[in-house]
């Protein structure tokens, strides 16, 4: 539990099963920067030129979900209220219109309701993540960005619960060569450095991504070394929440192939075509098709 502080009760859409949810972030390990125990998560915002820690406590139950927010300090509970706001990607409305003409959502649903992608709102967050999850396993991916955060980040606190921090200047300037020296790849090294260098400089602003469409912000993000479609599909779905379906990713081939397609595995393009009806709930079905698969049920 969390010592007392500033604190704000928020409800969230329904349904959605917070802690089953906000297990991603410890399934293939403690990364630091997004920490979750089973019942706080623990996370960082900049707000007003500083980065600020702030943490979310599960309440309510899946029908009716709710997340108490906390600070250290009140200046920031605005922030970190909004920050909770933004913390799933949900498309309830349209959703439930999928549920009702799809046998298959309906059904995953009916077993792990409420079950929902986390996002990561922050761009070089979500690029570094993505960067270190290149073609190794997700728990090597995990242990990799601790170590980066641990080396060039920022430690914050709230209730006494420690958090770290990307800190874009410091990893901006760093030497990919002292990236290698954590277990990244050379290329690897190169790319985050290169990412930190595109935010820091304004040429990648999230602010400006957000006005532009899809194949827009995909055509800026790739244009950029070491980010794939791949990439920018994900930030797509997980840092802007737009109904994206990630079809190039492993996972997401695996789960529509067994869901949709006998069981084999699809190229891209059959991955797209198998998922053109899940429209402006995309996001939400493949976090539960993906959760399928990592439970290791069959949709």
Same mark, same amino acid.
């Given at each position: 539990m969390l010592a007392a502080m500033p604190t704000a009760e928020l409800d969230l859409p329904g349904p959605l099963d917070v802690p089953r949810s906000l297990e991603v972030f410890r399934r293939w390990g403690d990364d630091l920067a997004d920490r979750w125990d089973g019942e706080v998560l623990v996370r960082t915002l900049r707000h007003d030129?500083?980065?600020?820690?702030?943490?979310?406590?599960?309440?309510?139950?899946?029908?009716?979900?709710?997340?108490r927010v906390s600070v250290d300090d009140p200046? /920031?509970?605005?922030?970190? =209220?909004?920050?909770? +706001?933004? @913390?799933? =990607?949900?498309?309830?409305e349209p959703f439930e219109a999928l549920r009702a003409g799809d046998p298959v959502v309906a059904a995953v649903e009916a077993r792990h309701p &409420?079950?929902?992608?986390?996002?990561?709102?922050?761009?070089?967050?979500?690029?570094?993540?993505?960067?270190?999850?290149?073609?190794?396993?997700? $728990?090597?991916a995990a242990t990799t960005r601790a170590r980066l955060v641990r080396a060039t980040g920022l430690v $914050?606190?709230?209730?006494? $619960? +420690? #958090?770290?921090? @990307?800190d874009p200047q410091r990893l901006a300037a760093t030497d990919p060569a002292e990236l290698r020296t954590l277990q990244f790849t050379t290329r690897k090294a190169e790319y985050i450095v290169g990412a930190a260098v595109e935010v820091t400089?304004? /040429? @990648?602003?999230?602010?400006?991504?957000? +006005?532009?469409g899809d194949e827009d912000i995909v055509s800026r993000l790739t244009a #950029? $070394?070491?980010?794939?479609?791949?990439?920018?599909?994900?930030?797509?779905?997980?840092?802007? &929440?737009?109904? #994206? =379906?990630?079809?190039?990713?492993l996972g997401v081939r695996k789960a529509v192939g067994t869901a949709y397609l006998g069981g084999r595995m699809p190229a891209e393009a059959e991955v797209r075509a198998a998922t053109a009806h899940w429209g402006p709930a995309a996001a939400v079905a493949q976090a539960v098709l993906l959760h399928t698969l990592v439970s290791g049920e069959r949709p």
């Amino acid at each position: 539990m969390l010592a007392a502080m500033p604190t704000a009760e928020l409800d969230l859409p329904g349904p959605l099963d917070v802690p089953r949810s906000l297990e991603v972030f410890r399934r293939w390990g403690d990364d630091l920067a997004d920490r979750w125990d089973g019942e706080v998560l623990v996370r960082t915002l900049r707000h007003d030129g500083a980065t600020v820690a702030w943490a979310a406590t599960p309440a309510g139950d899946v029908a009716s979900p709710r997340l108490r927010v906390s600070v250290d300090d009140p200046a /920031h509970l605005d922030a970190a =209220v909004v920050a909770a +706001e933004g @913390l799933f =990607v949900t498309a309830p409305e349209p959703f439930e219109a999928l549920r009702a003409g799809d046998p298959v959502v309906a059904a995953v649903e009916a077993r792990h309701p &409420g079950v929902r992608g986390c996002r990561e709102p922050d761009l070089l967050s979500a690029l570094v993540r993505l960067i270190s999850a290149q073609q190794v396993n997700l $728990r090597w991916a995990a242990t990799t960005r601790a170590r980066l955060v641990r080396a060039t980040g920022l430690v $914050r606190s709230v209730g006494g $619960r +420690e #958090v770290w921090a @990307l800190d874009p200047q410091r990893l901006a300037a760093t030497d990919p060569a002292e990236l290698r020296t954590l277990q990244f790849t050379t290329r690897k090294a190169e790319y985050i450095v290169g990412a930190a260098v595109e935010v820091t400089s304004g /040429h @990648l602003d999230l602010g400006t991504l957000r +006005e532009r469409g899809d194949e827009d912000i995909v055509s800026r993000l790739t244009a #950029v $070394r070491g980010l794939g479609r791949w990439t920018a599909e994900w930030v797509l779905a997980r840092t802007l &929440g737009r109904p #994206v =379906v990630v079809a190039g990713d492993l996972g997401v081939r695996k789960a529509v192939g067994t869901a949709y397609l006998g069981g084999r595995m699809p190229a891209e393009a059959e991955v797209r075509a198998a998922t053109a009806h899940w429209g402006p709930a995309a996001a939400v079905a493949q976090a539960v098709l993906l959760h399928t698969l990592v439970s290791g049920e069959r949709p």
